[in-house]
Antibody, heavy 118, light 111 residues
Framework: QLQLQESGPGLVKPSETLSLTCTVS??????????WGWIRQPPGKGLEWVGS???????YYNPSLKSRVTISVDTSKNQFSLNLSSVTAADTAVYFC??????????WGQGALVTVSS | QSALTQPASVSGSPGQSITISCTGT?????????VSWYHQHPGKAPKLMIY???IRPSGVSNRFSGSKSGNTASLTISGLQAEDEADYYC???????????FGGGTKLTVL
């Protein structure tokens, strides 16, 4: 069963860059027809799509975050990463990585809480 | 403000049926049959309950059903059970550079 696991610092200082990595096991991120994405959820609030990449290499970002977000891929390690620059307290959230198609996000990581605070 | 609009809360008694609406636009729900529904228990990752408007993944109870009319999708849960109490989110594929949009979430309370 394919699994996803987020990892990275749980605390980031304001104005710095948030970096998270999603490791995919028991499956390949190079699989055709899938997107691999990041979704975040501020404490007590709803889900917000952050961005995704398609197996072909095309990346897509939430327009509200686009100027600060980069998603990169390391196929040799079966990992993909999220970088969010110039963070503020509003970026405090649980960050999920997930696999999806045009429709559903069918496989999710357990989530990683990232707090932005000095 | 979320791109898709859901009621903040709904409630029902055990055994009853409830419906959660999810309203979008002609660029997302109204154009694509790629509406999905998730439920999320506190501290857990969302779980896919319905995809492509009305298809249940393997293992999801047939008490859950989905539909769509125009720019509005709906999730119906019949025979409410205590374990159904959770937050429910809809999502849709969308046109343009925004690939996916989510609803703001609906808290279901089983009375």
């Amino acid at each position: 069963q394919l699994q996803l696991q987020e990892s990275g610092p749980g605390l980031v200082k304001p104005s710095e860059t948030l970096s998270l990595t999603c490791t995919v096991s028991a499956g390949s991120i190079s699989s055709r027809s899938f997107y691999w994405g990041w979704i975040r959820q501020p404490p007590g609030k709803g889900l917000e799509w952050v961005g995704s990449f398609f197996y072909s290499g095309t990346t897509y970002y939430n327009p509200s975050l686009k100027s600060r977000v980069t998603i990169s891929v390391d196929t040799s390690k079966n990992q993909f990463s999220l970088n969010l620059s110039s963070v503020t307290a509003a970026d405090t959230a649980v960050y999920f990585c997930a696999r999806h198609s045009e429709g559903p996000f069918d496989l999710w990581g357990q989530g990683a809480l990232v707090t932005v605070s000095s | 403000q979320s791109a898709l609009t859901q009621p903040a809360s709904v409630s029902g008694s055990p055994g009853q049926s409830i419906t959660i609406s999810c309203t979008g636009t002609s660029s997302d729900i109204g154009y694509y049959n790629y509406v999905s529904w998730y439920h999320q228990h506190p501290g857990k990752a969302p779980k896919l309950m319905i995809y492509d408007v009305s298809i249940r993944p393997s293992g999801v109870s047939n008490r859950f059903s989905g539909s769509k009319s125009g720019n509005t999708a709906s999730l119906t849960i019949s025979g409410l059970q205590a374990e159904d109490e959770a937050d429910y989110y809809c999502s849709s594929y969308t046109s343009g550079n925004t690939l996916v949009v989510f609803g703001g979430g609906t808290k279901l309370t089983v009375l």
